[in-house]
């Protein structure tokens, strides 16, 4: 059953680092032509795509410009997962995060979702 | 970036109905549009990638059609578990998948 199972702190303080791991079952980080994604939403801002790491021959990181600046998405082998690390934190972060599959090709999609971590930022 | 713009915001229907649903691409994205559907406290899911391949498991009640700018999101004999929210997505620009704002479908 393929599924994703997403772990991390709901509460950060504002400047803090936003730290969230997405466990992957029955599929694997690296597996070749499948992208691994973070997605947000909040009511104000809507879903947002924030980053994502993949590997063909050797591995990829994209980020939104409005976040490159202070996000990471690593994976890890080991453990067959991949994190989101934002820094710098502020109110306006505060939003349900979800960590996303994309099968790469012509027409490409989300189609694996984690359930979601809502994550507040407050002091 | 390419803007999404989905109308109406929000529509009221019956057990039964046929709605449809618009997306509107700030410039030509060809046939490179998704369609998922939310309920609350819960992800996304997909019903529709390439504007109107039907995604795997998904009634056959929901069709996509459209291309260029303009799109549309068909669900006929509407169903009580049909009462969520729609959301297109571009994925013309790789990687920076946007999203439209949504569409509220509600029990009239």
């Known amino acids: 059953q393929e599924q994703l199972q997403q772990s991390g702190p709901g509460l950060v303080k504002p400047s803090q680092n936003l730290s969230l791991t997405c466990a992957i079952s029955?599929?694997?980080?690296?597996?070749?032509?499948?992208?691994w994604n973070w997605i947000r939403q909040s009511p104000s801002r809507g879903l947002e795509w924030l980053g994502r790491?993949?590997?063909?021959?050797?591995?990829?990181?994209d980020y939104a410009p409005f976040v490159k600046h202070r996000i990471t998405v690593n994976p890890d082998t080991s453990k067959n997962q991949f994190s989101l690390d934002l820094s710098s934190v502020t109110p306006e972060d505060t939003a349900v995060y979800y960590c996303v599959r994309v099968i790469l090709g012509v027409y490409w999609y989300f189609d694996l979702w984690g359930r979601g971590t809502l994550v507040t930022v407050s002091s | 970036d390419i803007q999404m713009t989905q109308s109406p915001s929000s529509l009221s229907a019956s057990v039964g109905d046929t709605v449809t649903i618009t997306c509107r691409a700030s410039q030509t994205i060809t046939s490179y549009l998704n369609w998922y559907l939310q309920k609350p406290g819960k992800a996304p899911n997909l019903l529709i990638y390439?504007?109107?391949i039907l995604h795997s498991g998904v009634p056959s009640r929901f069709s996509g059609s459209g291309s260029g700018t303009v799109f549309t999101l068909t669900i006929s004999n509407l169903q009580p578990e049909d009462f969520a929210t729609y959301y297109c997505?571009?994925?013309?620009?790789?990687?920076?998948?946007?999203f439209g704002q949504g569409t509220k479908v509600e029990i009239k």
């Open positions: 029955g599929d694997s980080v690296s597996r070749n032509g499948v992208a």
């Open positions: 997505q571009q994925s013309y620009s790789t990687p920076l998948g946007t």
């Open positions: 390439g504007a109107s």
């Open positions: 790491t993949h590997y063909t021959t050797k591995w990829h990181y």
